[in-house]
């Protein structure tokens, strides 16, 4: 049997290209060599926010128990933890791993599932290996989508117990006395949170950069970093990992700085998270001639690759390594694959979240893109101070901040949200930037009260002259400005 489509990786871009083919009534073959789900379920996405909100709610837990009962004690293990995790994970594995193994037996004669490892061997064939048999599957087409792994350097001895990267957290017995994580951009950042918010663990971040998370503006950066000094992690900004050992079951290692000065650190636990590679080896793409790039993505436009009839989705197709981004890609690539799609994807609206502390969540541009781009911006900006639900919470640690055009149009450039419920309320902004919509369809929307939600209408209205908060009267809680490459003008109470 000739199938119509062939999709090697059942992370979140094969699925979703697999069942996508499917909804259009093509035959599909599915292949996986490990797990269903890929690293965004069991390395990823889903484990990693499982500890997250665990430890956000075991650290809330330990606040409140303080306030009205000091002398109580509130303990957790490692394990427990671990449990929870598990669960999580086994959860949603049952969702995807129930609609494959459902959909092979009521779709014999269109879908097969196959746990193996494939190489292509041509340009409509491939060889599938499942144990010490081997199989070749014709197809019309085919999706690369396999995903990526933790990166590793040369010099330090990751041994997934030790010394760990995100694969190997789950392999710690207890929670670590201390840990260094190598790394201050997403993951390190996230991680470093859960570890601290747990309420066991040293954490140490070392960076080369002057601050954590520099793809970011500087006063989203500067909300997660006083939050990371309250909770007692240190950041060695501006420095270099010189050595890395092993010795007696811990780890010590030598930083220098930029000013030449150097330290001897040495901790019981180490995380490495200094990004991901995309898994493009051994899948005989060289030999079918299909062009794969110095870092390992795979050369493509809008997701078909110079072979036309092999096309890639998610992490191997660009450094956006997202699930969401990987889902619309495995989607997307299918439909252009069928003539259903003639435009090419748009990333301009892409939501993210860093599950940090607060938590921060943004769609779009931020003040440092719009001005290495040179755009002309007008920015409006509220505190959740002044947002009522947040004061209810007893959570009013972040912002809102929205960039417009500097025209009468006002579009929306983007959002960043920092804060309790961060990723809910950017929303609607990410739909009116994929519609290339002013703001003035937010302005008179009647949102619940109280919700956190409203403190982006309050924007809108700011930045449309009829506030019900003025900027003159709340100094450093409200603004409103209009910036470009030569500065942001001091505060104005209306831009219209």
């Known amino acids: 049997m000739k199938y119509d489509v062939c999709i090697i ?51 809330t ?46 779709q014999t ?39 990526s792994k933790p990166r590793k350097l040369p010099n330090i001895p990751i041994d997934e117990k030790i010394i760990v990267t995100s694969d190997g957290v789950e392999n710690f017995e207890n ?49 997660v970093e006083a939050n990371m000094k309250k909770q007692g992690i240190t950041v060695h900004k501006k420095s270099n990992l010189l050595s890395m050992r092993i010795v007696d079951g811990e780890v010590e290692y030598i930083i220098e700085y930029t000013d030449g000065r150097k330290e001897m650190h040495r901790v019981e636990k180490v995380l490495v998270s200094v990004g991901r590679v995309p898994n493009t080896q051994n899948l005989g793409l060289e030999q079918v001639g299909v062009n794969v790039l110095p870092n390992g993505h795979i050369e493509n436009s809008d997701g078909q690759t110079n072979i036309s009839n092999i096309y890639v989705a998610g992490d191997i197709s660009s450094d956006v390594a997202l699930v969401n981004v990987a889902e619309l890609e495995g989607r997307h690539v299918i439909e252009k694959m069928f003539g259903l799609s003639h435009d090419a994807i748009t990333y301009n ?79 609607a902004v990410a739909l009116l930037i994929s519609m290339d919509k002013g703001v003035e369809e937010l302005a008179d929307m009647i949102h619940p009260h109280p919700s956190i939600i409203e403190g982006i209408q309050e924007c809108i209205r700011m930045l449309l002259g009829k506030s019900v908060l003025k900027p003159e009267f709340f100094k450093g809680m409200l603004s409103c400005k209009s910036c470009d490459e030569n500065g942001c003008s001091s505060d104005i109470i209306y831009l219209k």
């Open 175 to 223: 929670f670590p006395k201390s840990l260094v994580i190598l790394g201050a951009g997403v993951i390190g950042c996230e991680w470093a949170t859960i570890f601290s918010n747990f309420g066991y663990t040293s954490v140490n971040i070392i960076d080369k950069a002057a601050r954590i998370l520099p793809f970011e503006d500087d006063d989203v950066t500067d909300v």
């Open 349 to 427: 609206n892409v939501s993210t979240i860093m599950f940090v502390q607060p938590e921060v969540a943004g769609v779009g541009m931020n003040e440092q893109r719009a001005l290495e781009n040179k755009i002309s911006y007008k920015v409006v900006k509220i505190r959740y101070d002044m947002i009522p639900r947040a004061i209810a919470m007893r959570n009013n640690d972040g912002f809102f901040k929205i960039l417009v055009t500097n025209d009468s149009e006002m579009k929306i450039l983007g959002m960043r949200a920092v804060g309790v419920h961060a990723s809910s309320a950017i929303q």
């Open 109 to 147: 004669n269109r879908f097969r599932y196959i746990k193996g490892t494939a190489r292509l061997l041509s340009q409509h064939t491939v060889e599938v290996l499942t144990g010490t048999q081997e199989e070749v599957f014709e197809a019309e087409n085919f999706v690369i989508a396999t995903g």
């Open 9 to 59: 990786g059942a992370g979140p871009a094969g699925y979703a290209a697999a069942i996508r083919a499917l909804d259009l009534d093509k035959s599909v073959i599915l292949i996986e060599k490990d797990k269903v789900g890929g690293a965004g379920l069991y390395n990823g996405a889903i484990s990693s926010k499982t500890f997250w909100e665990l430890a956000k709610d075991i650290q």
């Open 61 to 106: 837990a330990r606040k409140r128990l303080a306030q009205y009962s000091p002398d109580q004690h509130f303990a957790v293990t490692y394990q427990q933890v671990l449990r929870q995790v598990r669960e999580g994970i086994a959860n949603r594995r049952f969702h995807l791993e129930g609609q494959i193994e459902s959909l092979a037996k009521q």
